[in-house]
T-cell receptor, first 112, second 112 residues
């Protein structure tokens, strides 16, 4: 079945550091890929998405590129802020089933 | 547009009881999905409803059920509660134009 693997956290960075959170997936067909973010005590917020190979999703300085050849969708940001501290989830959606399959989440802590 | 709303936000129940959670999707969204989030199992898909019909189901026991009304509002029910049902239950509504799921704030269920 479909699966998503994310790097283990927590990831601790200083403010203005470069961020990479690795995400790889296993799926049949051509899934859509997503990054969601969860702040403490809240639900999931869509951060960005990509629906086909080589698409780049971007939002609020975050970027991720759908790499079919490496089955990856790594999240990057050039300069993190304290307010980016949260848990980040990589997910895929099989377009036939329309159910999201999530990775285990990566906690990001940004220190001033 | 108002976002996805879930009620109640917090619930405390005892083993053996049953519980009903409610979700109102974004206006115009006819698909509603439910997910369970626990520290041990992460985020797992429960089921999806579209036009009052269950379209997809995850791997959960029959104690977990749901329904959808003609106004697209959805409820999920858990009968004979177990300690392991303690979780954050998230509802998501899917945009028909972008096929993207948007999440509510969740209902935190604690089973004592």
């Amino acid at each position: 079945g479909d699966s998503v693997t994310q790097m283990e956290g927590p990831v601790t960075l200083s403010e203005e550091a470069f961020l990479t959170i690795n995400c790889t997936y296993t799926a049949t067909g051509y899934p859509s890929l997503f990054w969601y973010v969860q702040y403490p005590g809240e639900g999931l917020q869509l951060l960005l998405k990509a629906t086909k190979a080589d698409d780049k999703g971007s939002n609020k300085g975050f970027e991720a590129t759908y790499r079919k050849e490496t089955t990856s969708f790594h999240l990057e940001k050039g300069s993190v802020q304290v307010s980016d501290s949260a848990v980040y989830f990589c997910a895929l959606m099989d377009t036939g089933r329309r159910a999201l399959t999530f990775g285990s989440g990566t906690r990001l802590q940004v220190q001033p | 547009k108002a976002g996805v709303t879930q009620t109640p936000r917090y619930l405390i129940k005892t083993r053996g009881q049953q519980v009903t959670l409610s979700c109102s999707p974004i206006s115009g969204h006819r698909s509603v999905s439910w997910y369970q989030q626990t520290p041990g199992q992460g985020l797992q898909f429960l089921f999806e409803y579209f036009s009052e019909t269950q379209r997809n189901k995850g791997n959960f026991p029959g104690r977990f059920s749901g329904r959808q009304f003609s106004n697209s509002r959805s409820e999920m029910n858990v009968s004979t509660l177990e300690l392991g049902d303690s979780a954050l239950y998230l509802c998501a509504s899917r945009s028909p134009s972008t096929d993207t799921q948007y999440f509510g704030p969740g209902t935190r269920l604690t089973v004592l």
